[in-house]
């Protein structure tokens, strides 16, 4: 009972192609499942609190059960969600890349894109989140020392296509899958949340690890919804 509450805390597998041109064209209930920013397909806030509260609430009612999948999914989704971190950077994340010390809330990323490393600052909920995981795989007996992987199956520590096939499964469950960048589309989702927030291109430059702010200008684009809080009430005033 003890080591099920602390993870409940801690827990919030030759026909040539048609030209695009005559393709079938997208139902519109499909086009409303994710928002479309010039080519970046991305989820809006409401679809990734879903997605997050549902993966949570299944890893608590697993805990119990002792299905340790389940927790090690939520905190999967937690993390890709929280820091925007590529999926191959997920896969090679350590126990020894948490920065959670005294005034330290930050993940360290050792080889992203390019071969390059960076610092992700992170917030106070995925840093206990993390620390409670940590503690959690050492209750079960996981290795958890700096190199080690946090995320670790039966069969050793997962790849990419495990993360993958979590975050499409889920995707799936809530009707929200769409063919093509499933995964990715949660680093987009994370992007535009972290601009809508202060207008900062270098902030998400820095979060994602653009080598260029160039690249992250994308975000900056018009959203859809943007647009809805400027024209809500347009014209009311005329009777």
């Not at 997605?51 to 993390?79: C, F, G, Q």
């Not at 590529?86 to 350590?94: C, G, P």
């Not at 979060?207 to 859809?224: K, N």
């Amino acid at each position: 009972m003890g080591n099920t509450a602390t993870i409940l805390k801690f827990q919030p597998k030759a026909h040539a192609p048609v030209p695009a041109s005559v393709q079938a064209p997208k139902t519109t209930a499909r086009i409303k499942k994710i928002r479309n920013v010039d080519g970046v397909k991305y989820f809006n806030r409401q679809q990734i609190q879903l997605l997050r509260r549902t993966v949570r609430d299944m890893a608590m009612v697993h805990a119990s059960k002792n299905n340790v999948t389940a927790i090690r999914e939520w905190m999967a989704i937690d993390l890709l969600t929280s820091t925007g971190m590529r999926v191959s950077e997920a896969a090679d994340f350590r126990c020894g890349d948490i920065k959670a010390g005294y005034g330290q809330s930050a993940v360290y990323v050792r080889n992203g894109k390019g071969c390059k490393s960076r610092t992700i600052e992170i917030p106070e909920s995925l840093k206990k989140h993390l620390k409670g995981f940590v503690s959690w795989k050492a209750q079960v007996g996981e290795s958890v020392g700096d190199d080690d992987y946090l995320f670790v199956g039966q069969r050793g520590a997962w790849t990419v296509q495990a993360i993958q096939q979590v975050v499409k499964k889920y995707l799936k469950q809530l009707g929200l899958y769409e063919t093509g960048k499933s995964v990715h589309s949660l680093r987009h989702s994370f992007a535009v949340e972290v601009y809508k927030v202060e207008k900062d291109l270098l902030a998400v430059k820095k979060q994602l690890g653009h080598s260029s702010v160039q690249t992250t200008e994308i975000y900056a684009q018009v959203m859809p919804e943007d647009v809805q809080r400027q024209v809500k009430g347009l014209w009311s005033f005329i009777q």
